[in-house]
């Protein structure tokens, strides 16, 4: 009895773990994202860090930089040694990418489906040139581990360029009034044209006419302006005479239906226009392309 009396007393003494009452960071560094570490690419665009943190220890999280020379896909690896020979079950360390507007464009903690795995990857594909954050962070109040991070860059083709229209089209101006009726006088009459006859002489035999070009083949083309018109919704198609489109090619917008298919017009040599019965809003839902056919 003294014995397990002297027992509870040692134990009441000792106490557990003291588990963190703060944030996990120190106070001096209220924004660490403002200082993160930049990851280079080599020759073979690839980077590496390696690093620890410790939520009791104030050093919760890690912030670095990579910056994406031009469009492409980012690949991520998070490798993880958790504290101890053992895995705590809650353990888990999180990763998530923030683009260069701040936005959180990926994420892996408790609530995603990688919860508490040891390697994490991530492949983030059409990024656009720029600086991305990639912030690695502790999740339990008593939680340390070591990481190494890998990531990699693959360029792609460059995506078209981005448009604003019609932010930048001006207002049309007040047009002149026409009357409902025609307002033509009744003696009015319109001047004669003289005919002049032309009378050929016969020829010998012609040639024969060239066979007829074979009708051009189906082809793709992006949307690069919508605006509201009256009948519906005016598209600009980025596929002009240059590239082989012409007035009077039909066409469909891809994942809108009846409603996205149309005749093209007004072609220059770089961009065709047609009116279609679709909203703005389907047609942003759509895959923004179209396909013209003879």
């Known amino acids: 009895m003294r014995w397990i009396v002297s027992l509870t007393v040692v134990l009441m003494a000792c106490g557990g773990p003291q588990i963190p009452t703060h944030n996990g960071y120190k106070p001096k560094e209220a924004k660490p994202w403002k200082k993160p570490k930049a990851l280079k690419f080599d020759d073979k665009l690839e980077a590496k860090a390696d690093g620890d943190v410790s939520y009791p220890d104030m050093r919760r999280a890690r912030w670095f930089q990579v910056e994406l020379p031009a469009n492409g896909q980012l690949s991520l690896m998070l490798e993880i040694t958790p504290p101890g020979d053992a895995v705590n079950d809650d353990f888990d360390l999180g990763m998530e990418v923030l683009d260069p507007s701040f936005r959180v464009i990926s994420k892996s903690d408790l609530e995603d489906e990688d919860a508490h795995e040891l390697t994490k990857k991530k492949t983030l594909v059409d990024l ?73 002489t016969p020829r010998g035999p012609r040639e024969p006419a060239p066979p007829a070009a074979p009708p051009a083949a189906t082809v793709s083309a992006r949307i690069i302006g919508i605006q509201i018109v009256s009948g519906g919704t005016m598209i600009t198609v980025g596929r002009g005479k240059a590239s082989g489109a012409s007035d009077g090619m039909k066409g469909k917008i891809n994942g809108v239906g009846g409603l996205g298919e149309f005749s093209i017009g007004n072609c220059n040599d770089h961009t065709c226009s047609a009116t279609v019965k679709a909203t703005p809003d389907q047609i942003k839902a759509s895959s923004g392309t179209v396909t013209l056919s003879p």
């Open 128 to 200: 656009a040139p720029g600086k991305y954050l990639i912030h690695v962070y502790l999740e339990g109040r008593m939680d340390t581990a070591d990481f190494v991070l890998h990531a990699s860059f693959k360029s792609t083709a460059a995506a078209e360029a981005k448009t604003n229209f019609p932010a930048e089209v001006l207002f049309v101006p007040v047009l002149a009034m026409v009357p409902l009726q025609d307002d033509t006088p009744r003696s009015y009459k319109p001047p004669t044209t003289a005919v002049t006859k032309v009378i050929r």
